[in-house]
Each structure stands twice: as C-alpha cells, then as structure tokens.
C-alpha cells in the first residue's frame, strides 16, 4: 500500500488542523492505520491508530481529548483531526499503515507533513 499525507500547515496556538492520509490499493479496510509525529530533536511517537473497523482507537497522553482519528474505507482515507493545539504539537505528522493485528510496529509510511504551531 502506498500512502499520501496532507493538510499540514501553520496554525496559532489554540486553532485546529485536519490531516488526510489516502492509501492505495484495494485493500485498505483490512490495515490498522495510525498517525505518528516527529518533532526535532526527539524521536518518532504514536499519536493516535485505529483499528480497521474503526471501533477501537487509540491516543497518546498528549493528545487525548485534543485529537480524534477517523477513517473513510470507502474513500481509503484516514484523519486526524487536531483541535486546540499547542506549540508541543509542531512536528512532521507520518501517516502509517500495518496488516499485522497488534503491536506498534507499522509496515507502510507516508511522506510526512509538516505541522506548525506558533504561540
């Protein structure tokens, strides 16, 4: 599968960003997809994963009530919508995708986009 980010942008403290992620192929609806996000400096971390019935999601502790993940298996497409962001939030967002049924590890990455948050 391939996957395409997008929706990046800058944004003030306290303001909102939707990211897309579109997969290829035509199996989308069987990966369990999720966004992770680098800022400089630090290392990758999970945001958010969801599963393929999209009825179990996951966030990290930073983002949990600020950030939902959804997804569209009939458009191939995952988001993430971030409300009220932070300036601890500025990092390059990665869209991921994995077959395997548990566990953090994801097999197929997206481009990366570039998240801004300025105080």
């Known amino acids: 599968v391939q996957l395409q980010a997008s929706g990046g942008g800058s944004v003030q403290a306290g303001g909102s960003l939707r990211l897309s992620c579109v997969a290829s192929g035509r199996t989308f609806s069987s990966y369990r997809m999720a966004w992770f996000r680098q800022a400089p400096g630090k290392e990758r971390e999970l945001v958010a994963a969801i599963r393929w019935s999209a009825d179990n999601t996951y966030y990290s502790g930073s983002v949990k009530g600020r950030f939902t993940i959804s997804r569209d298996n009939a458009k191939n497409t995952v988001y993430l919508q971030m409300n009220s962001l932070k300036p601890e939030d500025t990092a390059v967002y990665y869209c991921?995708?994995?077959?395997?049924?548990?566990?953090?590890?994801?097999?197929?990455w997206g481009q990366g986009t570039l998240v801004t948050v300025s105080s």
């Open positions: 991921a995708a994995t077959l395997r049924p548990w566990g953090t590890q994801y097999d197929y």
